[in-house]
């Protein structure tokens, strides 16, 4: 079975995430197997400046990294690439096959280069969401491109 894993910085907090992402994982687990890791977000004072907004990407990039070891690696930001639903699926479909493709979802301030560096950056617009929204879009996708895939009624 083709595998992909989540890594991404923070937790679902609020019921109506935490039902949206099972109600996913559920649909896709007759497609992928499905591997989500949550990594703790650097906390920072409520006016953080710049250098201490990059300090705690680079204590995050420390905990992602080797969670990322032996992966097909898709850091999601907005300078990606962006692509449809289909193109997407491809994608997904081609670095299956090659191997655990690994999603990398930061925090809300994003993502340290390091980790962007470390493989093809995807991106779902240019417009800033919440990560813990990008979470239910991701695995939304995921499991869209599963239907796709199998020849099932889902995409229009």
Sequence with gaps: MRKITIV???NLKEKY???ALNEYKKRIQRFFELNIIEVPEFKLDSKPNASKISEALKKEAQKIIPL???KIVCP????GKQMDSVEFCNFVAQNTDKGELCFVIGSS???DDEVKNL????SFGKITLPHQLMRIVLTEQ???AG????????HK
């Design 17 to 19: 995430w935490v039902e």
């Design 8 to 10: 991404c910085v923070g």
């Design 109 to 111: 301030f994003g993502l």
């Design 142 to 144: 995921i499991y869209r």
């Design 147 to 154: 239907t796709i895939l199998n020849n099932i009624e889902y």
């Design 68 to 70: 990322t070891k032996q």
């Design 119 to 122: 493989g093809s950056k995807l």
């Design 76 to 79: 999601l930001c907005i300078e």
